[in-house]
């Protein structure tokens, strides 16, 4: 069994000397390259045996939308507004915290909306850059997945990922105010899902883990958000990670039947360490350094709030349901139960997984077929 140490690089969940030690180490850097391993798989059985997958195929075929079209671009966004009103959703420090003794404590309301504002594009950002690649990943599926349906379906997921980047991209650079480079976190992550050459943990550490972060992320930030092109935005572009998702419980559910127990356990630990980085993640140590503020005392503040932001533990909504209904969670001993129990998150377990609801979730056909009664 693998220790914290082996998996996450320290014991203590909270040691943030260790999680500081992860940075970027090129914020210049324009093309990164990460060499995959994986085969790339013909299969000459053309016959589709899962209704499941070509259920979300043909969905997926008749929810496409165009991100130029069919988006409000003419919409005027005040991003300092916009900032005041994530501040009190997404706020990293609540508003009872002890400022007494940090920098916080004469900090006037000018430095906390552009705390807000850096923290709007930081988080878009890293949003933009996680549908990157997402693309890169579901390329990588179509190759590598030994079904034609699965095939079917991860090309329209590729179509779906271009679009994404290309929103998040026009919006930061038309409606806010720039852009930063990829969380170290992240990348880490990133880099190991798309160098690992087992397709299956392609889809684990993507449709799952990272899609499902950022499914839950989009949900709780339009639920938020009064803007309405960020709001519209969102909207549509969760109806397709919802079947992203899907696509990953429907498909991980049957292979992971056939594993033995010690394949299973190397799936906890990816998931497990998956999760762990994109909790680090979400501490932006990057808007701290920008804002010339002591990374190490912000998230000592983040680390010690007993009353600690929904928003972050809202993330993992979507992942832990998924995860139990791949049989994941409680798999040999539990070990996972428990990690996801020390991350205090385990309380969403009974939610409902995305493989059941992505139907309801296709804010595009709804939009569609009221323009359609109206008319």
């Known amino acids: 069994m693998a220790s914290n140490e082996e998996l996450i690089g320290r014991e203590d969940l909270d040691d943030l000397e260790a999680i500081l030690s992860v940075s970027n180490t090129d914020v210049d850097e324009i093309q990164h390259n990460v060499r995959a391993h994986s085969d790339a798989i013909f299969t000459w059985d053309y016959e589709s045996t899962r209704p499941a997958l070509d259920k979300l195929y043909e969905k997926a075929k008749t929810s496409q939308w165009n991100g130029t079209t069919d988006l409000p671009w003419d919409t005027e966004v005040d991003q300092a507004a916009l900032a005041l009103e994530s501040m009190v959703s997404q706020s990293r420090i609540s508003d009872d915290a002890d400022f007494g003794g940090t920098p916080f404590e004469s900090w006037t309301e000018d430095q906390w909306v552009q705390l807000g504002i850096e923290s709007q594009n930081w988080t878009l950002s890293q949003f933009m850059h996680g549908e990157q690649a997402a693309l890169i990943c579901t390329a990588q599926i179509v190759e590598t997945v030994p079904w034609i349906d699965a095939k079917h379906y991860a090309a329209t997921q590729v179509m779906d990922e271009a679009r994404h980047v290309e929103v998040f991209s026009r919006y930061l650079d038309e409606k806010l105010s720039g852009h930063y480079p990829i969380n170290a976190h992240l990348g880490l992550l990133l880099d190991d899902i798309i160098s690992d050459d087992r397709w299956d943990m392609t889809y684990l550490g993507m449709q799952i883990m990272v899609e499902g972060l950022a499914l839950a992320a989009f949900g709780f930030i339009h639920q938020m958000t009064s803007e309405p092109l960020l709001k519209k935005m969102l909207r549509y572009v969760m109806s397709d990670e919802a079947r992203h998702v899907a696509f990953g419980v429907l498909s ?23 999760a762990v980085r994109m909790r680090d993640r979400f501490l932006q140590q990057e808007v701290w350094e920008r804002m010339g503020i002591d990374p190490k005392e912000a998230m000592a503040l983040i680390l010690a709030d007993e009353g600690r932001p929904l928003f972050q533990q809202m993330l993992f909504s979507k992942i832990v349901p998924n995860i139990k209904k791949l049989g994941l969670l409680d798999a040999g001993d539990g070990w996972l ?39």
């Open 337 to 375: 139960r428990r990690r996801f129990e020390e991350l205090e998150v385990i309380q969403f377990e009974d939610w409902a997984d995305t493989g059941e609801e992505y139907t309801a979730l296709d804010e595009v056909a709804k939009d569609r077929e009221a323009a359609t009664v109206a008319s």
């Open 252 to 274: 991980l559910k049957e292979y992971y039947q056939q594993l033995g127990a010690p394949e299973i356990r190397e799936r906890q630990e990816f998931a497990y360490e998956a």
